[in-house]
């Protein structure tokens, strides 16, 4: 049997064709194969640098009845590039599930570093780099994207997030509600591109400024971090917290999960504190010495 493939992971530019690295056009035209998110929009890419290697789908749509004919390709000993629209592959994409069933069966995984969206906007933000977090797209409905929202009430990291164009004052008008109005705020907005733009304030400056505008193009909020003196919730806190989520139909792990998630603390923290509540709560009460027992 043959030895199998190697599987490489090529960045490709978010906007600007001239971010395209020598090593990954190199990479693309030397392998057997190369998987797109979008062959349409691949193909342009392709053509530009003059790469004639055949292409093939795969995409969140397709991924399930994709997956395994690229294995199966890779375990014949092709070489396979995987490429997203925009960026690093695997990145707001389905290219992690390739790349992990590739490990589990020991076919090689090459990453050919390229820009990313979430790293351009945050270096160029002028917000915190030592400590941040990504988030990917934030969830479309309203309720999911408030809930996560709210999740963000007291992390001191900066966030990095993608919104889309339409969603993005409504995005902004919830960040306002949940948080503080005085959070710095970067939206940055078609990255590498000629209409390349920052706009740079707090989250209530945001909601004025963005009010009778809708933006085009891609969008990367960039958050600062919660940088208020944070105290350790009392056990009351949490118990008060996670019960009212319990109320509002949350089911116990949810609630914990969701009170953890905006103190800090670990679920199984919580979890362990609303049951010890409960089971207090719940004890027969012990009379006070001198006191007769009811009859």
């Known amino acids: 049997m043959s030895a199998p493939g190697q599987l490489f992971l090529v960045g490709t530019p978010i906007g600007n064709l001239g971010d395209m690295t020598i090593r990954a056009i190199a990479t693309l035209k030397a392998v057997d194969l190369i998987a797109a998110e979008d062959t349409r929009h691949s193909r342009l890419l392709c053509q530009h640098f ?14 399930q009845q994709r997956l395994p004919q690229l294995i199966d390709h890779l375990q014949a000993g092709q070489s396979l590039a995987l490429i997203s629209d925009a960026g690093m592959p695997g990145i707001a994409d389905p290219g992690t599930e390739l790349v992990q069933r590739c490990l589990e069966l020991g076919i090689p995984v090459v990453p050919i570093p390229g820009v990313s969206a979430c790293l351009t906007a945050l270096v160029a933000s002028g917000l915190s780099t030592e400590q941040f977090i990504f988030v990917g797209f934030l969830p479309a409905t309203p309720l999911a994207r408030r809930r996560c929202i709210q999740t963000w009430q007291w992390e001191q990291r900066t966030i990095i997030g993608y919104e889309a164009p339409h969603r993005l004052l ?34 209530g400056e945001a909601v004025r400024a963005w009010q009778e505008q809708v933006p085009k193009g891609e969008i990367t909020l960039v958050l600062g971090g919660n940088t208020e003196t944070v105290l350790p919730p009392s056990r009351q806190d949490l118990v008060a917290e996670v019960q009212a989520l319990v109320d509002q139909g949350f089911s116990l792990s949810q609630a914990c999960r969701q009170v953890g998630q905006i103190w800090q603390v670990p679920r199984q923290q919580v ?25």
């Open 50 to 63: 003059h790469i004639t290697t055949p292409l093939i789908s795969y995409h969140q749509h397709n991924r």
């Open 170 to 203: 409504a995005t902004l008008q919830t960040l306002a509600e949940e948080l503080s109005g005085s959070r710095p705020l970067v939206i940055a907005r078609e990255l590498t591109k000629i209409h390349e733009q920052f706009w740079r304030g707090t989250v």
């Open 271 to 295: 979890y362990q504190q609303y049951l010890e509540h409960q089971t207090l709560k719940h004890l027969p009460s012990v009379p006070s010495p001198g006191t007769n027992p009811p009859a």
